[in-house]
């Protein structure tokens, strides 16, 4: 079997062998970007490589990059329990050219590798192009010898790869793998293109225009290549396995989990076993590259996915904090790749175990307090918007969780009764600062707020740290 960190060593070496530079993975936090939450893609620490801002010795590059989506443009928390393809931290292999090579070599060394290193079956294979890229399609035929009914030209933006709302993007083409007639899903671009029996592996982006705004693009001073696949999906595939969460790497934290809950990995249990992996590993790697829970910006995005692990150690009955104590089976499998795993680990247990131990209180009684008003409701109707707030405000749960806990019911909450509890309690709290005549920094970052705008939500006691973040 090729295991996870096989498939990683064997994609950083192909692309050595043909020119590429082995280029470390950057940290999740991206350095000099205020215009992004987390690191969601190999190309962003190419970014200004791509616009010709920045020059680097090398013209080939390859990487494995962290990445995390939860928050912004790319956001798949709420993907986690749900699909088999999702994961909140992944890692994304690719190779990059600068300017050097661009179409037909980059469909050439994504054909060679999965097929002949990888040796994946051509027959299982399909690929997507934008309509507009008659080109690739071409190159795909030559290559690869696909017959047309497996080059799907897609009309819409998902054959144009965007990092966020400005930024180096372009037209791209996606490799996709049919796991069979038993999955659901239809093929890319039909209408149940969402379920999971066609998973994309491999999106070749052809990087040609540079995002400045809204209707504002511009072409690069040279047309480059940005490729991402996902590690998990990829391992998936050659694992044999339809699940992502099935892979060795998923499965040995799955199976942590469940060794210290005394639970069974499968059954009843196994949503919160890999929900509870995934948040282990993006929580983890957010501490190592220095984010902090808090109630603002990233460090509220991080206590998010935290708090929803944590109710999801809680549905498997951990009465004492648990995800400290799945550290070393992460460092295990992903310390090697990544040392600061380990550089952290003093850190990533401590923080992980506080926060718990802090939550564990109101996660109980909240809990109980949304059952009780469940109770009360008819089938399918939403939970009252102050009731959510009161989660929120008093008790410590983001708007995402409790809707988390309700989507299993078909259930969903009142956002717009939510969004007003807040404001009244804002209003009562800015006519309170107004009232004691001090000119405080509260009701000065109110003010702030109200020229700027929040782009998204991430608290009440937060949105002006947040400032600008937006994608
Ligand atoms: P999907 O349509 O399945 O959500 P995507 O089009 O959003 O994927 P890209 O932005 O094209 O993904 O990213 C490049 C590759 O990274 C994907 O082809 C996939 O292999 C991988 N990938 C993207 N999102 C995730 C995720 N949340 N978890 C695991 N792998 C992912
Ligand atoms: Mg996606
Ligand atoms: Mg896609
Ligand atoms: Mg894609």
Redesign the pocket.
Known sequence: MQTANDIRRTFLDFFAKQGHQIVDSSPLVPRNDPTLMFTN?GMVQFKNVFTGAETRPYKRAVTSQK?V?AGGK?N?LD?VGYTA????F?E?LGNFSFGDYFKDDAIAFAWNLITKEYGLPADKLLVTVHTSDEDAAAIWRKVAGLSDDRIIRIPTD?NF?RMGDTGPCGP?S?IFYDHGPSIAGGPPGSADQDGDRF?????LVFMQYEQLGPDNLVPLPKPSIDT???L???AAVLQGKHD?YDIDLMRSLILASAEATKTSPDGAHAVSHRVIADHLRSTSFLIADGVLPSNEGRGYVLRRIMRRAMRHAHMIGAREPLMHRLVPALIQQMGDAYPELNRARALIVETLKLEETRFKQTLERGLRLLEDEVGHLGEGQPLAGDVAFKLYDTYGFPLDLTQDVLRGQGRGVDEAGFKAAMDEQRRKARESWAGSGEVGTEKLWYEIKDELGATEFFGYDTEVAEGKVTA
Not at 85 to 88: F, I, P, V
Not at 199 to 203: A, D, G, Q
């Open positions: 893609a990445c989506r790319h798949d993907n393809r999702h994961h909140t992944f994304m998902d790869w791209c996606e998973i994309e592996i491999w999106n991402g696949m996902g998990e999906r990829l992502n």
